[in-house]
Every structure is written in structure tokens, then in C-alpha cells.
């Protein structure tokens, strides 16, 4: 492994940094949980609107804005070189008047100083799933042009004061992941006859130059700053030797990278292009030239599972187990992923997501999660050999570094950490933290990687 390898995890602001008295909401604040409803809301804020009222796990998270002296000395204990975690949008500018809040700056201040005094590399995802509720709902979120600027204003603030001592930035959490999630990712929400498809391409194209906004602001300041943006990496079989299926596969398949393709290539590919001129979207040539100038330095993967393409509509792999929660277990599509990402943008691959969501037991104070253990080993192994192959791979950060409100279903049961968080899924329990096997396998894992 080289020297510097990122071995490391993530976290995010709406799953773990609850503190909600003292900050604005974000859009997951407003969303209940619900293990099979919880999709919906994710997509159509309307119906929590009008919804009943629910529980809403996200306005605590883990308590990581309380506890994280505490959680930082867990992660430093288990010798993680790096954490990327979401500043959140709503704790520095609390409301539209986009005030910067000083306690809002110095929360961050704090916790990447800690990071910094225990050897732990800061990693900042500017929104991960959590926007400002009111960017939402004043603005539809990005698919009105107008909230580029009020982004600016964000990023410019958060990167004028952290810059000195982070160096790596990611503007969204899973960009691609819009195209079934558009308000959990942009915040919007086609309005009663408006085609969805037609907001999300408007949301697209803003995000798009947001990211690029994102990349001038950072490399202005320093051109050593590294700046990523996150894409669920999903690769996509076909289920026959159909052509009709292969043609699906290449359709899924581009829906997922067209965005990462603009970002990184600074150049619409001509597939993308034309959907924006079927979607009325007005594509300007100084917008193009401001894109082709402020290009990604590294792409950001997350990596869970495959998916597959068939003209029957199966969705289940017959090749592949599942997770408890229904998710294709595929450490060799990891593999896969990282060469045809690598092969696709020629460009450094920071791994910042890839973990095992599912029930944990505690039996006697402890956690013996091997099946988590087996799952992330043999995703490791798969990540070295792609490595192997040529693929330029800078950190592996696994999802999560301690047990937090999941995105999917809001629930705290479905756990990815390699520390449990004692939080059950109707918000009772202690919050205490306990050190699971996975943490001292983590653990001993890092220290023979940085020997080695
Ligand atoms: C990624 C997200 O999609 O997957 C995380 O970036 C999320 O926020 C993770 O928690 C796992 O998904 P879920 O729905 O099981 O929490």
C-alpha cells in the first residue's frame, strides 16, 4: 500500500450531529422514520406535509455534536488516518439571512483541531443528503439557478476558514443517487404538472456549476486543495445476452456517470446534452466554459452493491446474496467499479463509502459482528487487486465509522459501525458507545497497513 493511503471512515451531519436547538433544520430533519414509507418521503416532502407526525431521528443523530471529544478519541483509538464527515449548511448560516453563525463555525473549528491533534485527516462533504430545510422550500432547492449563489456564499465561508487545515473537499454526497432521491440530493420538487424529469435536469445543470463554483473557490485559495464529489458506484449487469437488456445496462450506466462525466471531463457528453435540450434546460456556452476551467481532482466512490438491467423488470441477481435489508452483496463488483471509474476519468480514486448496514446484538456488553468483519475484508481485498490493475486509489473510508441514523428507512437498527451507538429505533436508549469486534479487526488492520 503507498505511504499516505487514506485508511479512514465516514460520517454525516443529518445522521449523526443532532444539536438541532442549536442550528436550522435540514431537509432530513423534517423526514420520519419509516421503515418501508421513508423512500417516498425522501423524494416527496409533500406527503410528510400532510403526513401524520412521526418520530424524526435525524434532529439527534448519535449526538455527535455533544459527544464528539469522545467519538474522535474512539476513532483516533482505532488508528483511522482519516474522517470525512458534512458541515452542516443550517449550523453556520442558521436561516435566509445567511448571517454566519460564530458558534456554528467554531462547532467545526473544534472538531477539526481534535481530528488534527489525533493524526486524523478532516475529509468535508459540503451537503451530504442535508440541505437547509429553507433552501427547499423557498427555492425548490437546486433546480432554481438563483441558489448557486447562496451556495457560494456557503462554500466560500466554510473554505476561507477551514482551508488551512483541510485539504480534501467533496461537494455532494452521491450526486447520481438524484435520480430516484431528487429532494433528498437537490431539494426539489416537481410542482403539480411539472415533469420530473424536467427538474431534475434544471437541479442537475445548477448543481453541476455548483460543483464547479466549489472547485474554483478552493483551488483560488490554495491550488493544493483536492476537491471531489461523490458518486454511488452501482455497476450495472445484464441479466441476459439480450441485446435489449445489454442496451438497459448502458442506459443505467450512464444516468449514473453523466453527472461524474461533466464534472470531471468538464464536458456535457452528448447523450446528456441532448436530454438537456429535450428538458427545455438552456444551456449557456459561458456556463460550458466555466465547466471545462474548474474540473474535479479526484473522484469520490461509494460502493455498497450491483445492480442489474433486464427487459422483464427482475430485479434480483440470482448470482449474488443479500444483505438483511435486501442489498446484493458483490465484493467483486467493487472491483469492477474502481477499474471502470479509474478507466472512464483517468483521475485519483478516493473511496468514501462501503460498509455493511444490518442488525447487531449486543450479548453480554460486547458485539461480535463478523458477519461485518467478512463483508468489509473481502471488499478490502477486492479494492487491492483493483489496485493491482492499475487503478490509482488514494483512501479507503469505510461507511460508518459508528452506528447512525440510516438515509433509507431512518432507522438506528440498521447498523454500519465499528461502534455501537446505544439508540434504538423509537429514539430510546442511552446513547453510550461500545467498541465492536469490527473495531479492534479495524483497528490491528490499519496499524499492519502503515507497517507493511
Ligand atoms: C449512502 C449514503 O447512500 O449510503 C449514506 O451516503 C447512507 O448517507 C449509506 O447512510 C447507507 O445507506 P442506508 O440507506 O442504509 O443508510
Same mark, same amino acid.
Given at each position: 500500500?503507498?505511504?499516505?493511503?487514506?485508511?479512514?471512515s465516514s460520517i454525516s451531519g443529518?445522521?449523526?450531529?443532532?444539536?438541532?436547538?442549536?442550528?436550522?433544520?435540514?431537509?432530513?430533519?423534517?423526514?420520519?422514520?419509516?421503515?418501508?414509507?421513508?423512500?417516498?418521503?425522501?423524494?416527496?416532502?409533500?406527503?410528510?406535509?400532510?403526513?401524520?407526525?412521526?418520530?424524526?431521528?435525524?434532529?439527534?443523530?448519535?449526538?455527535?455534536?455533544?459527544?464528539?471529544?469522545?467519538?474522535?478519541?474512539?476513532?483516533?483509538?482505532?488508528?483511522?488516518?482519516?474522517?470525512?464527515?458534512?458541515?452542516?449548511?443550517?449550523?453556520?448560516?442558521?436561516?435566509?439571512?445567511?448571517?454566519?453563525?460564530?458558534?456554528?463555525?467554531?462547532?467545526?473549528?473544534?472538531?477539526?483541531?481534535?481530528?488534527?491533534?489525533?493524526?486524523?485527516?478532516?475529509?468535508?462533504?459540503?451537503?451530504?443528503?442535508?440541505?437547509?430545510?429553507?433552501?427547499?422550500?423557498?427555492?425548490?432547492?437546486?433546480?432554481?439557478?438563483?441558489?448557486?449563489?447562496?451556495?457560494?456564499?456557503?462554500?466560500?465561508?466554510?473554505?476561507?476558514?477551514?482551508?488551512?487545515?483541510?485539504?480534501?473537499?467533496?461537494?455532494?454526497?452521491?450526486?447520481?443517487?438524484?435520480?430516484?432521491?431528487?429532494?433528498?440530493?437537490?431539494?426539489?420538487?416537481?410542482?403539480?404538472?411539472?415533469?420530473?424529469?424536467?427538474?431534475?435536469?434544471?437541479?442537475?445543470?445548477?448543481?453541476?456549476?455548483?460543483?464547479?463554483?466549489?472547485?474554483?473557490?478552493?483551488?483560488?485559495?490554495?491550488?493544493?486543495?483536492?476537491?471531489?464529489?461523490?458518486?454511488?458506484?452501482?455497476?450495472?449487469?445484464?441479466?441476459?445476452?439480450?441485446?435489449?437488456?445489454?442496451?438497459?445496462?448502458?442506459?443505467?450506466?450512464?444516468?449514473?456517470?453523466?453527472?461524474?462525466?461533466?464534472?470531471?471531463?468538464?464536458?456535457?457528453?452528448?447523450?446528456?446534452?441532448?436530454?438537456?435540450?429535450?428538458?427545455?434546460?438552456?444551456?449557456?456556452?459561458?456556463?460550458?466554459?466555466?465547466?471545462?476551467?474548474?474540473?474535479? &481532482?479526484?473522484?469520490? @466512490?461509494?460502493? =455498497?452493491? !450491483?445492480?442489474? *438491467?433486464?427487459?422483464?423488470?427482475?430485479? +434480483?441477481?440470482?448470482?449474488?446474496?443479500?444483505?438483511?435489508?435486501?442489498?446484493?452483496?458483490?465484493?467483486?463488483?467493487?472491483?469492477?467499479?474502481?477499474?471502470?471509474?479509474?478507466?472512464?476519468?483517468?483521475?485519483?480514486?478516493?473511496?468514501?463509502?462501503?460498509?455493511?448496514?444490518?442488525?447487531?446484538?449486543v450479548v453480554d456488553g460486547q458485539?461480535?459482528?463478523?458477519?461485518?468483519?467478512?463483508?468489509?475484508?473481502?471488499?478490502?481485498?477486492?479494492?487491492?487487486?483493483?489496485?493491482? &490493475?492499475?487503478?490509482? @486509489?488514494?483512501? =479507503?473510508? !469505510?461507511?460508518? *465509522?459508528?452506528?447512525?441514523?440510516?438515509? +433509507?428507512?431512518?432507522?438506528?437498527?440498521?447498523?454500519?459501525?465499528?461502534?455501537?451507538?446505544?439508540?434504538?429505533?423509537?429514539?430510546?436508549?442511552?446513547?453510550?458507545?461500545?467498541?465492536?469486534?469490527?473495531?479492534?479487526?479495524?483497528?490491528?488492520?490499519?496499524?499492519?497497513?502503515?507497517?507493511?
Amino acid at each position: 500500500m503507498k505511504k499516505g493511503f487514506l485508511w479512514g471512515s465516514s460520517i454525516s451531519g443529518g445522521q449523526c450531529e443532532g444539536g438541532f436547538s442549536s442550528r436550522g433544520a435540514t431537509v432530513v430533519d423534517k423526514i420520519p422514520q419509516g421503515k418501508t414509507t421513508r423512500f417516498k418521503y425522501l423524494n416527496d416532502p409533500g406527503i410528510y406535509m400532510s403526513g401524520p407526525e412521526g418520530f424524526y431521528p435525524s434532529r439527534d443523530g448519535v449526538e455527535f455534536h455533544a459527544r464528539y471529544k469522545e467519538d474522535i478519541e474512539l476513532y483516533a483509538e482505532m488508528g483511522l488516518k482519516a474522517l470525512r464527515f458534512s458541515v452542516l449548511w443550517s449550523r453556520i448560516f442558521k436561516d435566509e439571512k445567511m448571517v454566519p453563525d460564530e458558534e456554528g463555525l467554531a462547532f467545526y473549528d473544534e472538531v477539526i483541531n481534535e481530528l488534527i491533534r489525533n493524526d486524523i485527516e478532516p475529509i468535508i462533504t459540503t451537503i451530504h443528503f442535508d440541505m437547509p430545510f429553507w433552501v427547499a422550500e423557498k427555492y425548490n432547492g437546486f433546480s432554481n439557478d438563483e441558489v448557486i449563489e447562496l451556495y457560494k456564499k456557503y462554500v466560500q465561508t466554510i473554505v476561507d476558514r477551514y482551508h488551512d487545515r483541510v485539504k480534501y473537499w467533496i461537494s455532494f454526497c452521491e450526486i447520481n443517487v438524484m435520480n430516484h432521491a431528487l429532494y433528498m440530493v437537490g431539494g426539489a420538487v416537481p410542482k403539480e404538472n411539472e415533469d420530473r424529469e424536467e427538474v431534475l435536469h434544471r437541479c442537475a445543470y445548477n448543481m453541476l456549476l455548483a460543483n464547479a463554483w466549489l472547485v474554483r473557490i478552493c483551488h483560488d485559495i490554495d491550488p493544493a486543495l483536492k476537491v471531489g464529489c461523490e458518486v454511488a458506484g452501482t455497476p450495472c449487469y445484464p441479466l441476459t445476452s439480450s441485446p435489449i437488456d445489454y442496451e438497459l445496462m448502458i442506459k443505467n450506466e450512464r444516468s449514473n456517470n453523466r453527472y461524474t462525466d461533466v464534472m470531471a471531463k468538464g464536458k456535457y457528453p452528448y447523450y446528456f446534452l441532448k436530454e438537456m435540450d429535450d428538458y427545455g434546460v438552456d444551456v449557456k456556452e459561458e456556463d460550458l466554459k466555466f465547466l471545462s476551467e474548474n474540473t474535479l &481532482d479526484f473522484i469520490a @466512490v461509494s460502493y =455498497y452493491k !450491483s445492480s442489474l *438491467a433486464s427487459h422483464t423488470g427482475e430485479q +434480483s441477481n440470482p448470482c449474488l446474496e443479500k444483505t438483511a435489508f435486501g442489498w446484493t452483496i458483490d465484493p467483486q463488483g467493487f472491483r469492477i467499479m474502481l477499474n471502470n471509474m479509474y478507466e472512464r476519468y483517468e483521475k485519483p480514486i478516493l473511496v468514501v463509502e462501503n460498509g455493511l448496514g444490518t442488525y447487531d446484538e449486543v450479548v453480554d456488553g460486547q458485539i461480535h459482528d463478523t458477519y461485518r468483519i467478512d463483508y468489509l475484508q473481502q471488499h478490502i481485498d477486492q479494492m487491492k487487486l483493483a489496485m493491482q &490493475d492499475g487503478v490509482d @486509489v488514494i483512501g =479507503y473510508l !469505510s461507511w460508518s *465509522a459508528m452506528d447512525l441514523v440510516s438515509t +433509507s428507512e431512518g432507522m438506528m437498527s440498521k447498523r454500519y459501525g465499528f461502534i455501537y451507538v446505544d439508540r434504538n429505533d423509537d429514539g430510546s436508549g442511552t446513547m453510550k458507545r461500545i467498541r465492536k469486534d469490527s473495531f479492534y479487526w479495524y483497528q490491528k488492520l490499519i496499524c499492519e497497513e502503515q507497517e507493511a
